[in-house]
Nanobody
Framework: QVQLVESGGGLVQAGGSLRLSCAAS????????MAWFRQAPGKEREFVAA????????YYTDSVKGRFTISRDNAKNTVYLQMNSLKPEDTAVYYC?????????????????WGQGTQVTVSS
């Protein structure tokens, strides 16, 4: 089992920044991916970014490219999402997810473990 705990959400004005953290514990897979998803009210959960534990390769959805950066600290078993130039449309609950397969995916069903989520609210 893998446990994921997110932190760092909050309220910020448009144009501001936040950094989310996801601390992983348990039997994490060195070959798998860690990802961030988000879910706005009334919308489906959507992929934001992913990083491979072992080599650090990253992937982003188009709407956050150039504004968000995913990174990891292997020693701390923690993944971060640095969010800059935030927009009101970034408002959502952000979830951390872990994959064991080592195959990159943007699909919710591809991820084996999930955190409880952290709220990010961007005011205009």
């Amino acid at each position: 089992q893998v446990q994921l705990v997110e932190s760092g959400g909050g309220l910020v004005q448009a144009g501001g920044s936040l950094r989310l953290s996801c601390a992983a514990s348990g039997r994490t897979s060195g070959s798998g991916y860690m990802a961030w998803f988000r879910q706005a009210p009334g919308k489906e959960r959507e992929f934001v970014a992913a990083i491979r534990w072992s080599v650090g390769s990253t992937y982003y959805t188009d709407s956050v490219k150039g504004r968000f950066t995913i990174s990891r600290d292997n020693a701390k078993n923690t993944v971060y999402l640095q969010m800059n130039s935030l927009k009101p449309e970034d408002t959502a609950v952000y979830y951390c997810a872990a994959d064991r397969s080592g195959i990159i995916s943007t699909r919710v069903t591809s991820y084996d473990y999930w955190g409880q989520g952290t709220q990010v609210t961007v005011s205009s």
